[in-house]
């Protein structure tokens, strides 16, 4: 189950997911869905000007699922089904460390040439609880270093987990 608690006083709000965790949002993010699709395991945020993009999504853990072909293909299986005409070109593959888990990280540029944009993503994905999350932040600027990626990095570290 999903929820979603709203903090005026301090103008955020949580976003809990049933055997996952929560994250904090600021208050000028918004849930961004469109008709007709399916989110029972995709919650996507998004905040304008300068357009910037959350998206968490998760699905039973296989033994596969930490190889850069597996994790590519699946945002793009994704943002191909919720951002219609989203192309990627992953430029770094990496393991890190997220909240004291191992986690793959891969990050590079995106396009859509039907909404003439484009811009730079990160997709961190980790095993918790027996499910593969993915946290993915993407935005229209091209700095990695700037402040619209700093700000999604800021929210995704809010990451609370739920226990194991």
């Not at 904090?24 to 029972?40: A, M, N, Q, R």
């Not at 986690?103 to 909404?115: K, R, T, V």
Request: glycine share 4%; hydrophobic share 40%.
């Amino acid at each position: 189950m999903i929820s979603i608690a709203l903090d005026l006083s301090n103008k955020q709000k949580k976003t809990s997911i049933d055997f996952i965790g929560s994250v904090t949002f600021p208050s000028g993010y918004v849930p961004h869905l469109l008709k007709g699709l399916d989110y029972t395991s995709f919650l996507p945020f998004i905040m304008i000007k300068p357009s910037r993009l959350f998206f968490i999504y998760w699905q039973p853990f296989r033994e596969n699922s930490f190889s850069l072909e597996y994790l590519s293909d699946l945002r793009s299986r994704l943002v191909n089904k919720y951002y219609i005409g989203d192309t990627m070109k992953v430029l770094d593959f990496r393991i890190d460390d997220f909240k004291d888990k191992e986690c793959y990280l891969f990050s590079g540029m995106w396009e859509n040439q039907g909404d003439k944009l484009k811009g730079i993503f990160e997709t961190i994905a980790f095993k918790h609880n027996d499910f593969l999350i993915l946290f993915d932040i993407s935005t229209i600027d091209k700095n990695p270093d700037g402040k619209t990626m700093q700000e999604l990095r800021n929210i995704r570290l809010t990451f609370e987990m739920d226990r194991e």
